[in-house]
Structures are given as structure tokens and as C-alpha cells.
């Protein structure tokens, strides 16, 4: 028993000296990506861009780079969502984003682009529109089929004469 809390300590002290290692380089990398993707994506949802993949790459210069694979929310006329995958760079010295003019001096980008290719892409979230499609059809079908024949029933309408008049059916 005393071996499986000293384990487990030692594993809750190992994370918790881990986890603060690059905190704040990721917290200023999201602050710095949240600014550029709200000029760059005018339907940008705010807060939802999230690090996929990240590496640490050198610029010519000496800078340190940080290259994520970054997913991020659009929203287009409120019900059109799209998730969609893309490449950041972030010059952690300078606490800037980098452009793709800037990649040229940075060794490694390219080759952490070619890596992660196939973790590029956009993905169209449809549930929210074809639930407002169901509603437009809906509720003038619910209309339809139960409102507008008590309104307009010929048959209760005409009880009344039908049997005064002995006619058949």
C-alpha cells in the first residue's frame, strides 16, 4: 500500500514539474493567434482555436518558432459552422505571428508542413442547419394538417342539414 502512494506522489509531482514547462510560450502563442485570426477570418468564432500538434522549429536569426497544426471555428451567418485545420507560426521571441514570407528563414518548416499534410481541412458542421430546415418545414406542415381542417370541415359544417333533410351519405 505505502508503495502505490509513494508511486503515485511521484507521479503527480512528475506532471505538475512537466505541464508549466511551455505555458507560457503556448498562452502568448494563443493570445498572439487569436489577434491574427480575428484580422484574417472575419467569421472567426472567438476562443475556439485549439493546438493540435506543435513543434519547435529555429529561425536563421537564432529565434525559437513554434509551428502548430491550429483547429479552428467559423461561423457564417450564424448557422453555418465550419471546422477548419490550418498552419500557425509563432516567433516566441518577438511574440508575433509569423507570415508565410517569413517560413523562407525558418529551417524545418517546410519539412513540418510536409509532415502534417494530411492533418489539413475544413469540415462543414450541418446540424444546425438542416435543423432550421426541419422547422421551416415543420411547423407550416404541423399547420396544415392539424389547425386548418377543424377550421374548415365541411362535413361537421353540413351535420346539420344532411340529417334534417334525410339525405344519404
Do not use: C
Amino acid at each position: 500500500m505505502l508503495k502505490k502512494a509513494w508511486a503515485s506522489l511521484l507521479a503527480v509531482i512528475f506532471i505538475l514539474t512537466i505541464a508549466p514547462m511551455n505555458t507560457s510560450a503556448n498562452e502568448a502563442f494563443l493570445d498572439a493567434l487569436e489577434e491574427d485570426l480575428k484580422a484574417t477570418h472575419y467569421d472567426y468564432k472567438e476562443g475556439t482555436a485549439e493546438i493540435i500538434k506543435e513543434e519547435t522549429l529555429r529561425h536563421s536569426n537564432g529565434n525559437e518558432v513554434i509551428a502548430a497544426v491550429v483547429e479552428l471555428d467559423t461561423i457564417r451567418d450564424g448557422i453555418f459552422i465550419t471546422r477548419k485545420t490550418e498552419y500557425h507560426y509563432f516567433d516566441a521571441t518577438d511574440n508575433k505571428i509569423l507570415s508565410s514570407a517569413d517560413l523562407v528563414e525558418v529551417e524545418g518548416a517546410a519539412e513540418f508542413a510536409d509532415a502534417n499534410i494530411d492533418m489539413l481541412g475544413q469540415q462543414i458542421i450541418y446540424w444546425l442547419p438542416v435543423l432550421v430546415l426541419l422547422l421551416l418545414i415543420a411547423i407550416p406542415a404541423l399547420i396544415l394538417f392539424l389547425v386548418v381542417p377543424r377550421f374548415y370541415s365541411t362535413s361537421s359544417y353540413m351535420n346539420a342539414v344532411y340529417e334534417k333533410n334525410d339525405n344519404p351519405r
